[in-house]
């Protein structure tokens, strides 16, 4: 039997043992809450896990194997491309990869508050944990310098295969770039670089910061956003962490994670993330947020709006919020229509879907109709947000014809 233990670590200092996750012979695997955690009476997954001292095993289709807490650690698209080359190169097979060696390597250095390490020392664990910066750059060293000379660099060294979006985790301090590594210095935080996939848009990140400033006139609370130069001419967005306050961690749980749902799949409607939201933080104004992005993602057309792209965070006290949005970019969606459905409507969904989950919501017609009216004027500022930061007239009307689409219906 392999055993991991599952650590919260708020302050990296001071570790939290949480409980310990173990996968058996037979590639079952179990949690165990520690009991010493239990007495804080805090759920790191109110959904899916008890809050007791026995074993639990997930066995829902999805995900398979661990828990979607546990699961929400590991990381898709570009840094599960990462995570698999590291491994091939390391003479192991990923068939034969499961969940928590993904986790073992993970570490320390995942996105949230949550930890891992070999619950004893049997050798049965490779050191894997390594961050997944090291592996894009292909064990060359950590580049630090200034933003304009390190950034072609970091682009270059996070390739883009089999169409993933490359990014990075990275330390700013208004001028230098260094790895996110770790805790950061002094003076230096913690920011998520975006480098342009292979079936992006040439201006990707130029749009994706557009949204940004359009979302945030929408009434969102996006995180701190720029666009970060090279010497070369080359832009490349970049959103501050909402994971982490200096160099203090956040639990952060998706909403996919949190209800088991698979997030590859078209399968939630905007009315369970609402029902969950509210259950989970008992908060009408993050309930409200959570419509207002709804919103947003339909009048702007951004439709890759699935489970995992919604998240909700815990503080110290076990208290939950709505956390600020993220990927937020002009998407078509899977066959045209979004991931997260409005009230059963995909392809076409109107004001006529967003009072009928309003009134499901308890958000009153006269505070959804606010609502909508803030994020219309800000999704009409569109073309004169990307022409500020020179996005292509091509896409500047290819995005604007789909929004005008929306606004008609």
Known sequence: MRKLNVYLKENPSVPVLVGVLAETAWKRFFFEY??????????????????????QENRDSFPLQIHGVFNDSIPDGWGLLL????????????????????????????????????????????????????????????????????????AKAGGSP??????????????ELISGEGELPEGFSPWLIKFRGENDFK?????????????????????????????RGNSYFGIRRFDRADNMRRHVHTLSGLIHADFRLPSLDYEILLKVCYK?????????????????????????????????????????????PYDLMFSYGPGGEHSTSVAGEGRHPTAKEFYRLADLAGITRAESEGIIGEVRESVRQWPKLARTVHVSAENISLVADCQSKISQE
């Open 34 to 55: 520690d009991s010493a955690f239990l007495g804080k009476g805090i759920n790191i997954s109110p959904f899916k896990l008890r809050l007791d001292g026995g074993l």
């Open 280 to 324: 989970l933080t008992g908060s009408m104004a993050d309930v409200k947020m959570c419509f207002r992005l709804m919103v947003f993602n339909v009048l702007s057309y951004n439709r890759d709006d699935h489970g995992r792209n919604f998240a909700f965070m815990m503080d110290s006290e076990g208290k939950w919020s709505f956390a600020p």
């Open 162 to 175: 089999g169409g993933a979006r490359p990014k990075i985790l990275a330390g700013f301090n208004g001028s």
């Open 83 to 154: 995570m698999d080359r590291f491994f091939r190169t390391h003479g192991r097979n990923i068939r034969d990869i499961t969940a928590i060696d993904r986790l073992a390597y993970i570490g320390k250095n995942g996105m949230g508050a949550l930890a891992y390490e070999p619950a004893e020392d049997t050798g049965q664990f490779p050191d894997l944990s390594l961050n997944l910066y090291k592996i894009a750059k292909n064990s060359q060293d950590i580049l630090k310098g200034r933003t304009e000379d390190i950034l072609p660099e970091m």
């Open 203 to 231: 201006d990707a990140g130029k749009i994706e910061y557009a949204y940004s400033v359009m979302a945030e006139k929408a009434g969102l609370d996006v995180p701190e956003h720029r666009l970060f130069s090279d010497s």
